[in-house]
């Protein structure tokens, strides 16, 4: 008798708070994404011929996911040396890009810009607090004719000064990028 | 459940019988002392009066005798090795007759009969007791089970570890600390449970088929905490530990108390703990302390026997910091990290410091238990509890973001149960009740970061049923549970232009065991168990999606993800010809339909043939990870015998065999834990030494040694390195206890990894980078009053 009615009502129990009020959750608001990269811009100008300006560009504007990115390479003048300049943006929003090329240079002892290619050359024209190299404007060296790849990267908190190469510096990866480059006679 | 405990203590351990003579300074307490689980009588028991220091041994057949003692109140002491010790106030006013069962407490699944976990009495268990936590007070709940057969941990660093049973964890294997099931984030393999295991007196992990009565999802194991009832005692009882680490330089002070009176019993447990950076055998893993902060309180009250009350409420703050060069970024670095000899940022400097990448955790638990006899064969349990837990995750970022979370959640928990319990006249047990579970879950969104797990709110209503019995030499168990789960979830899309997208998902599940022990002979049981249940997925194998901190790898939910159903097989052997051997085999296998587990996401190439997807994003290329479900077998046994020789040699030996295999793909399961050996033996001083005013009682010595496999079951490929090597540990441990009059002080020392063996763990996140912990020597204090 008695075992009757709790069986009852512990299924009624378990249909009343079943069937209690379920609100959808609130809707989240959109983080800022204020640290976010979204484009680099390596834009390199002939020491000699200010006509001649070459842009690199890493365009990847929705982050880790959705589309891929759209990387834009360059073709340089064999031998001829170019001055590079590196900007980098937030163009998550287009009414609001944000230039992330400050905060490195504010924080300029604490990043370095690596370079590697097959027989290009990029050398460091800027230095940082402690006079190590950070590679926002750099010279770069086109060097003899033929298909190269350019590849950048930018290091938070590297191992400063060193070698000049990735491995040596450790840290953390905040941009690695590739570019295709036809160096022309 | 406690409650019928504290009856059986009344009933069995003091089967008091008064004798009519009574003289202030002439009366005796005769005993006899038998193990618990196998009713055979335990020589070489030691019996102390605490007040007078004066003490016997039990003879050959179990028997002792205390004479000559003066009434008055005094508490016994009752040790014997392998067992944990007992202490039993007596009012002596008469001459005593005492029947005192000892549990071993190695051998869990001899002793369940009775105990707290009596419901349990079928599933393979193994339990650990009050002394065993209190030894290892440095250590986190994790670390504490993992010499248990057939579980394992899944760590990230020295200080972030979640328990492994039987292959399974996270969202499979539950953890109920004090009725209640833990929540938190079960998602990823860097968080660890947020339970302080100081505030339990016994641990039981349940390697069973199918835990039903406690909670959907759980696919056979649960982890239990269990506080002992306080005792009717008036007198202020307590105890203080402190606990020096030498690697980390870590220092652990835990306090308890607790006191009965009519009007409520109570208990309260607070804990402190600080390490700082930890070392391998050769260098610092820069940024691995950890402080942590806990404090409980327990109140208890009864009302005529009928009614019990119990509150109980618990904080749990813990900082943890993450070993610097486990931050890597993509898939360039995380190559040039896992060929370093050293990781990254490894200086020779000790810092107590905790930077980013670093954790904070905070969980808070309040919990309300009713229970009411309607008689001896009838009671209601009630059970409501409310938690919360905020987990902030830091990453190293730019521009002195460093300080702002990655990761922000904040998680509210509501249970509800009740629960109806009938015993008839035969013995057969009758139990039925209801789950309500209610979850909140929601991101700060001044990260700044998308978040990885979206927020949600998650309702979760279950009821069960089973009984239990007795036909001929048979005891068997049924049970059935269904559950219902209600989803709802507000995600913010990963494409541009931002917005949220709703999801609301509805599940049922089925779970149900049937469970047969056979006691063959007084000396040895056979149990069968089968066991079938159902997991929805979880929201983060939905819908997560984002980087993950120190895995280099970018981690996807599938939407299309089914529902889990698992039937596992156990079969347990259990011989213990004697109180001095014991063998306990348990075979098990489980088979998944619509496993879900983390591996790297494949797409096609330009030639069409399968490959691992590596995605570009500016930081570089990142393999991809993604939820994926499939068929797949885990199956392995356990062993363990332990023997003792003269009462004065303890041995114990476990062996744990395991293999998971994807059989849709025909692929090893990844991450599944390595094939373990471990063996450990105890010597006893039986001679007590008197000291000045004190006695020194059950000093121990024990030499342990803990072998884990290759995990050669993996192919080339699924993992980023192969698995390390296998590697051999030894431990020694030493410890007395000097008993006053009024109080009792344990010493303890240990050292861990002996030999200061270079290592890594597969199991172990951090493998990646660094190598696992050097030589460890641990200087414990106990005050017990």
């Known amino acids: 008798m008695k075992l009757k009615k709790l069986l009852i009502l512990s299924i009624i129990g378990f249909i009343s708070f079943s069937s209690c009020k379920k609100d959808d959750p609130v809707t989240p608001v959109i983080p800022n994404e204020e640290e976010l990269i979204t484009t680099l811009n390596y834009t390199l100008t002939n020491a000699f011929d200010s006509t001649d300006v070459v842009t690199l560009t890493f365009v990847d504007l929705d982050g880790d996911g959705g589309n891929e990115p759209t990387i834009t390479g360059g073709s340089l003048n064999a031998n001829k040396t170019y001055n590079g300049t590196m900007e980098l943006l937030d163009e998550t929003d287009p009414a609001d890009v944000e230039d992330i090329t400050e905060e490195v240079l504010e924080e300029d002892e604490d990043h370095q810009f690596f370079f590697s290619a097959a027989s290009i050359t990029v050398n460091y024209s800027d230095v940082d607090t402690n006079n190590n190299p950070v590679g926002l404007q750099t010279s770069l060296d086109a060097g003899d004719a033929g298909l190269d790849t350019l590849k950048i990267t930018l290091i938070h908190e590297p191992t400063k000064p060193n070698n000049g190469t990735v491995a040596d510096a450790g840290g953390e990866v905040d941009i690695e990028v590739s570019f295709p480059i036809n160096v022309v006679q | 459940m406690l409650y019928n405990n504290l009856k059986l203590f009344l009933f069995v351990c003091l089967f008091i019988v008064f004798n009519l003579q009574a003289q202030n300074c002439n009366n005796y307490i005769k005993g006899r002392v038998f193990d618990k689980g196998t009713s055979l009588p335990l020589s070489f028991v030691n019996i102390l009066i605490q007040e007078s220091l004066k003490g016997t041994t039990s003879d050959k057949d179990g028997f002792f005798i205390l004479d000559n003692l003066c009434q008055g109140e005094i508490h016994l002491i009752i040790s014997h090795i392998g067992c944990d010790p007992k202490k039993i106030l007596i009012d002596l006013k008469k001459d005593t007759l005492l029947r005192i069962p000892m549990s071993h407490t190695l051998l869990g699944a001899i002793v369940v009969e009775g105990e707290q976990s009596s419901n349990n009495y079928f599933q393979s268990i193994s339990s650990l007791s009050r002394t065993t936590i209190e030894n290892n007070s440095n250590k986190t709940l994790g670390e504490l089970i993992q010499n248990e057969s057939g579980v394992n941990l899944m760590k990230n660093g020295s200080g972030i570890s979640k328990p492994i049973v039987h292959g399974l964890y996270g969202n499979r294997v539950k953890i109920i600390n004090n009725d209640i099931i833990q929540s938190g984030q079960y998602w990823g393999n860097g968080h660890a449970p947020e339970i302080d295991p100081l505030s339990a007196d016994k641990i039981t992990i349940i390697k069973g088929v ?118 890597v970024g993509n898939i360039t670095a995380l190559n040039i990290a896992l060929n370093a000899e050293i990781p990254d940022k490894t200086d020779s400097l000790f810092r107590y410091d905790i930077d980013a990448p670093k954790q904070e955790i905070n969980h808070h638990l309040a919990k309300l238990k009713l229970k009411y006899f309607f008689n001896e064969n009838n009671s209601i349990t009630f059970l409501l509890s409310g938690q919360l837990n905020h987990r902030k995750e830091f990453d190293v970022r730019r521009a002195g973001r460093s300080d702002i979370p990655s990761l922000d959640l904040l998680q509210h928990t509501y249970n509800s149960e009740f629960k109806y319990t009938h015993s008839f006249k035969n013995l057969w047990k009758f139990k039925i009740g209801n789950q309500n579970i209610i979850t909140n879950n929601t991101n700060d969104p001044n990260t700044g970061i998308l978040p990885l797990i979206p927020d949600y709110n998650n309702w979760k209503n279950g009821l069960f049923s089973t009984l239990s019995g007795k036909i001929n030499k048979a005891n068997f168990k049924i049970g059935f549970r269904y559950d219902t789960e209600l989803q709802k979830v507000a995600e913010i899309s990963n494409d541009l232009p931002r917005r949220i997208i709703r999801y609301e998902n509805n599940f049922h599940n089925i779970s149900g065991l049937s469970s047969v022990k056979f006691n063959l002979t007084s000396k040895q049981s056979l149990a069968i168990n089968s066991g079938y249940s159902e997991r929805n997925p979880g929201i983060n194998e939905l819908y997560s999606f984002g980087l993950h901190q120190g895995v280099s790898g970018l981690e996807e939910g599938t939407l299309s993800l089914k529902k889990e159903k698992a039937l596992k097989n156990t079969l347990e052997y259990i011989w213990y010809p004697s109180s001095n051997f014991s063998i306990n085999t348990l075979i098990y296998h489980q088979s998944f339909n619509g496993f879900i587990n983390l591996i790297p996401k494949q ?182 009053f």
């Open chain 2, 210 to 327: 199918s835990a039903i009565e406690y909670g959907a999802g759980n696919l056979g194991s649960v982890v239990l905490l269990e506080q002992q009832k306080i005792e009717k005692e008036p007198h202020l009882h307590g105890q203080t530990n402190y606990t020096y680490e030498s690697n980390g330089r870590g220092n652990n002070v835990n306090l308890r108390l607790e006191k009965y009176s009519k009007y409520f019993a109570w208990r309260i447990n607070g804990t402190l703990k600080k390490y700082g950076d930890k070392k391998s055998s050769t260098y610092f893993l820069n940024n691995t302390g950890y402080q942590e902060a806990n404090f409980s309180l327990t109140l208890q009250k009864s009302w005529k026997e009928k009614l019990f009350m119990d509150i109980y409420t618990s904080t749990f703050n813990t900082r943890l910091g993450i070993l610097r060069g486990s931050q």
């Open chain 2, 603 to 784: 797409k096609e190439n330009i030639d069409g043939v399968l490959v691992n997807e590596i995605r570009t994003t500016l930081r570089g290329a990142f393999p991809v990870f993604m939820y994926q479900q499939t068929n797949a077998n885990i199956y392995g046994f356990d062993i363990s015998s332990q023997f003792s020789i003269r009462n004065s040699f303890f041995g114990l030996i476990k062996y744990s065999f395991l293999s998971g295999q994807d059989v849709k793909n025909k692929i090893p399961l990844i991450y599944m834990p390595s094939n373990s050996i471990f063996g450990s033996l105890k010597y006893q001083i039986n001679k007590s030494n008197i000291l000045n005013k004190g006695k020194f009682e059950n000093t121990e010595i024990e030499i342990n040694n803990r072998f884990i496999f290759e995990q050669k079951n993996i192919l080339i490929g699924q993992d980023f390195v192969s698995p390390p090597p296998s590697y051999n540990l030894f431990g020694l441990k030493f410890s007395t206890n000097l008993i006053l009059p009024n109080y009792k002080i344990r010493f303890f020392t240990e050292f861990n990894n002996l030999f200061n063996v270079k290592y890594r763990d597969y199991l172990n996140r951090q493998r990646y980078f660094a190598n696992d912990l050097g030589l460890s020597v641990i200087i414990g204090l106990n005050f017990k």
